[in-house]
T-cell receptor, first 117, second 110 residues
Framework: GAVVSQHPSWVICKSGTSVKIECRSL??????MFWYRQFPKQSLMLMAT?????????EQGVEKDKFLINHASLTLSTLTVTSAHPEDSSFYIC?????????????FGPGTRLLVL | GDSVTQMEGPVTLSEEAFLTINCTYT??????LFWYVQYPGEGLQLLLK?????DKGSNKGFEATYRKETTSFHLEKGSVQVSDSAVYFC?????????FGAGTRLTVKP
């Protein structure tokens, strides 16, 4: 079945550095990708929605200059956390939507845990 | 590791029919449980949640009860409407990460 991968699965970085997270759809073309942020035992928070070849649409309160999203192809979207700070530590999940043999559907990546020291 | 197993779809019902979408989970510790809904053309929305055993989450006529003894969080609605047509995802959130079910597509016909 369709799979969405994320890389890296976890990352530790120093405050002030930038971190890039990749999200790939492995056997289908993702026309839309979603980036979520999640805190332990809490619900997902949608950060932004991106369509291939166009600028991402950010949710209210999400800093677009801090969380850079690039959806360069139908199988790859990247989230870059720029000048990361400890409060950016979180679990980031991407989701890809596209057409597969069963019609349009959406799959979730396994998530990336970011720890900023 | 933690995981969620969700009833496979698609599910097609007539308007006013009773809906059950099964969801079971495997987890260490005591996760929070969620149901999310995705309407056509839109992103994911939180439908309801429960944070501890025996809690019942409810919203828009949908209900789900956190059953620790059966490790289940089945979604129910007594009378579905055409506007309930969507994809429903069961999810759990533990101490470290979040896990989703595969999603169940519901189509309600008038």
């Amino acid at each position: 079945g369709a799979v969405v991968s994320q890389h890296p699965s976890w990352v530790i970085c120093k405050s002030g550095t930038s971190v890039k997270i990749e999200c790939r759809s492995l056997d289908f073309q993702a026309t839309t990708m979603f980036w979520y942020r999640q805190f332990p035992k809490q619900s997902l928070m949608l950060m932004a929605t991106s369509n291939e070849g166009s600028k991402a649409t950010y949710e209210q309160g999400v800093e677009k200059d801090k969380f850079l999203i690039n959806h360069a192809s139908l199988t790859l979207s990247t989230l870059t956390v720029t000048s990361a700070h400890p409060e950016d530590s979180s679990f980031y999940i991407c989701s890809a939507r596209g057409r597969t043999g069963g019609g349009e559907t959406q799959y979730f990546g396994p998530g990336t845990r970011l720890l900023v020291l | 590791g933690d995981s969620v197993t969700q009833m496979e779809g698609p599910v097609t019902l007539s308007e006013e029919a009773f809906l059950t979408i099964n969801c079971t989970y495997t987890a260490t510790g005591y996760p929070s449980l969620f149901w999310y809904v995705q309407y056509p053309g839109e992103g994911l929305q939180l439908l309801l949640k429960a944070t501890k055993a025996d809690d019942k989450g409810s919203n828009k006529g949908f209900e789900a009860t956190y059953r620790k003894e059966t490790t289940s969080f089945h979604l129910e609605k007594g009378s579905v409407q055409v506007s309930d047509s969507a994809v429903y995802f069961c999810a759990l959130s533990g101490d470290n990460d979040m896990r989703f079910g595969a999603g169940t597509r519901l189509t309600v016909k008038p």
